[in-house]
């Protein structure tokens, strides 16, 4: 059974940073994981993903500002945010893709004007 436990969210002021960690449990391959988000009154919606053999993929909202990253040894899963604007409040959620996707519990990321 996968499990995925993020870490890294908190409150920070516009322009700031935060480094989100997830940590995954459960299997044994390198996977496709990810981060999407979710704001209050919207849907989710993908953020980054970064592929086994580690090819990036990004929102259009978050180029430039955000970095996926991963430790494929651990199945660990990073997200680095720079430059943080209030639109970007909302819950963070990681993913990975096993036989099917598994995802974290979220961590809460608050960026206050």
């Known amino acids: 059974q996968v499990q995925l436990v993020e870490s890294g969210g908190g409150l920070v002021q516009a322009g700031g940073s935060l480094r989100l960690s997830c940590a995954g449990s459960?299997?044994?391959?390198?996977?496709?994981m990810g981060w999407h988000r979710q704001a209050p009154g919207k849907q989710r919606e993908l953020v980054a993903s970064?592929?086994?053999?580690?090819?990036?993929n990004y929102a259009d909202f978050v180029k430039g500002r955000f970095t996926i990253s991963r430790d494929s040894t651990k199945n660990s899963v990073y997200l680095q945010m720079n430059s943080l604007k209030p639109e970007d409040t909302a819950v963070y959620y990681c993913?990975?893709?096993?036989?099917?996707?598994?995802w974290g519990q979220g961590t809460q990321v608050t960026v206050s004007s």
């Open positions: 993913w990975l893709d096993a036989n099917r996707r598994y």
């Open positions: 970064i592929s086994s053999n580690g090819n990036r």
């Open positions: 459960g299997s044994s391959y390198s996977r496709p």
